[in-house]
């Protein structure tokens, strides 16, 4: 009875050692990813590696813990006009910014007519879309379409708004629209379904659309032109930043989607669109928040742009591998937690 007793011991330290050397495995791991990312951040990209690469390296979301942060229920009806308001600003020859504070919403101005990227929420988009663009000379009657990014309501609110008073055309990627579908909010009716590869064309300019399932399923980035005065740059949007799925783990955690699938997903997207905008030269990156591509800087300095100043979007190609770089080795860090 002894020798099983200590038998049994010696497995179950065993174990326990094997256990913790793993953990200690999958931590350190974890930690070069995040190394990695800040090293590739330096201070252009300080925002983006500070907020996912600290969801990465955080524990899941769950209710109680939720719950336990004590946030305040929103209050009915929409927030203040001060608290989100921001004035639109023409950014490159054929591009200008309509976004909130926090939110973004891009205008790609072509000899046919307006391609917008996103729609802000249902309450903001008549003043911020519409009134941004009268201030700016721009027609609001010439959207033609409308690219969403992706199925959250930050982004596609405004849809429903824009497709009912300009008939203009909403594309989204397919699983975003059966999110979309399941939600409670404002959304539109379905037009068009974007797809990998997909290119639009307006008038002179031709967008491409890209399927970089990750912070949802059906997200879309895009690979655009755009000129300053006169000289031709390459333009992308990352078409979703942030880990929904670790702090609200329930619209995306499943038996078949466990936090490890989404990581997965998210860095096999990021490290295509980082071959893809390098093979496109991409030199422009532009964000659908405002806090990621530092438009809360950049927008400011083009109003005291002097004419023989660089433009403050046009970081370089080597900048834009970097930020995707940035967004990559978060992913994996947060893979080699969740192994």
Not at 174 to 184: A, F, H, K, N, T
Request: aromatic share 8%; with cysteine; hydrophobic share 40%.
């Amino acid at each position: 009875m002894t020798n099983w007793i200590a038998r049994g011991l010696t497995l179950a330290i065993f174990i326990s050692g094997a256990g913790i050397a793993a953990t200690r495995a999958q931590t350190q791991a974890a930690d070069a990813h995040v190394a990695a990312a800040k090293a590739a951040a330096g201070t252009e990209f300080a925002g983006v590696f500070q907020r996912i690469c600290s969801e990465a390296t955080a524990a899941p979301a769950t209710a109680e813990s939720r719950a336990a942060r004590g946030a305040a229920p929103r209050p009915a009806g929409p927030p203040p006009r001060e608290s989100w308001h921001a004035d639109p600003v023409k950014v490159f020859d054929n591009l200008y910014f309509l976004g909130q504070t926090e939110y973004s919403v891009w205008a790609i101005n072509t000899s046919a007519g307006v391609i917008l990227i996103d729609s802000i929420f249902d309450y903001s988009v008549d003043d911020e879309v519409v009134g941004g663009m009268k201030k700016l000379g721009l027609d609001p009657a010439a959207i033609k379409y409308v690219i969403l990014s992706h199925g959250h309501a930050d982004h596609s609110g405004g849809a429903k708004y824009l497709q009912d008073r300009f008939n203009a055309k909403v594309i989204l990627g397919g699983p975003d629209w059966d999110l979309l579908d399941r939600s409670s909010g404002t959304r539109p009716r379905r037009d068009m379904t974007g797809t990998d590869g997909q290119q639009l064309t307006l008038g002179d300019t031709t967008v491409t659309l890209y399927a970089t399932p990750g912070h949802t399923l059906g997200t879309l980035s895009v690979v655009f032109p755009v000129k300053d005065h006169g000289k031709p740059h390459m333009a992308a949007t990352w078409g979703g930043t942030a880990f929904n799925w670790m702090n609200n783990p329930a619209p995306y955690v499943a038996p078949d989607k466990p936090i490890r699938y989404w990581f997965d997903t998210y860095s096999k997207s990021a490290r295509r669109f980082k071959d893809i905008t390098s093979k496109a030269g991409v030199d422009v990156l532009i964000s659908n928040h405002t806090i990621f591509d530092g438009s809360k800087t950049k927008l400011p300095a083009l109003e005291r742009r002097k004419p023989e100043d660089p433009h403050p979007y046009v970081i370089g190609k080597e900048s834009v591998q970097r930020y995707l770089t940035v967004v990559d080795e978060c992913a994996q860090a947060g893979l080699a937690r969740a192994q």
